[in-house]
Structure formats: structure tokens, C-alpha cells
């Protein structure tokens, strides 16, 4: 079965940096797309950023375009986000997802294709 683990998180200030890992304990990730997401206290979770299983496609919400950033490599298993000008409002559990498809696709929206998922890392953005 495919386990995700993300790290990564933690408190940082406003106009920060970090970067959060997504690794997988099975040596399967390529034929998998996968998400970031996330949720904020009292808010529904939103999907923020794909990478389809080859690494071609990447998608990004609109709230994160142009500060965030998506990667993996899958001979090591690992997915990154790498988030810089950090707001507050980007203060959320971010958790990472596993789509088990490896075409040029992967969706932001349709979170019920997603099998698996991580438990999640806390992002706070607070001065």
C-alpha cells in the first residue's frame, strides 16, 4: 500500500520561505500524478498544486501562482513545494495526495481522484 509523508512545515514569518516534502515508502511513484492541498481552520480544502507523473504538467491555484513551486523525482520517491512570499492567509494544513494515473494529467478540483493521502504539515505564517 502506498503511504505519503509530508514534512516541512512550521512557523515562519511573513515574506518567508519554505519548502515541504511529500515522500513515498513505495517504489511506485511514477505512475502516479500528484497534489498538494490544503485546508485552514474552518475553511474547505483546496487543491493548490499538480505534477502529472511524468513531471510535464504542473497546475497551480491562482491564490499560490507565482510564489509556489512544484516538483518531484521519482527515482526518489519524493514530491516537493517549494513556497516563498508566504502570507498569512496561507497559514493551513498542507497535505500531499497520490492520483494513480500516468498520463499528462493531473487536476486540482477533482480531489475524489486521489487515493491516497498524507496526514498532513502545518504551515503557520504569523510575525
Known amino acids: 500500500q502506498l503511504h505519503l509523508v509530508e514534512s516541512g512545515g512550521g512557523l515562519v514569518q511573513p515574506g518567508g520561505s519554505l519548502t515541504l516534502s511529500c515522500v513515498v515508502t513505495?517504489?511506485?511513484?511514477?505512475?502516479?500524478?500528484m497534489g498538494w492541498f490544503r485546508q485552514a481552520p474552518g475553511k474547505e480544502r483546496e487543491g493548490i498544486s499538480c505534477i502529472s507523473s511524468s513531471g510535464v504538467i504542473m497546475n497551480y491555484a491562482d491564490s499560490i501562482k507565482g510564489r509556489f513551486t512544484i516538483s518531484r523525482d521519482n527515482a526518489n520517491n519524493t514530491v516537493w513545494l517549494q513556497m516563498t512570499g508566504l502570507k498569512p492567509e496561507d497559514t493551513a494544513v498542507y497535505s500531499c495526495a497520490a492520483d494513480y494515473y500516468s498520463g499528462d494529467y493531473c487536476t486540482l478540483t477533482e480531489q475524489r481522484r486521489y487515493d491516497y493521502w498524507g496526514q498532513g504539515t502545518q504551515v503557520t505564517v504569523s510575525s
Open positions: 513505495e517504489l511506485t511513484l511514477r505512475k502516479y500524478a
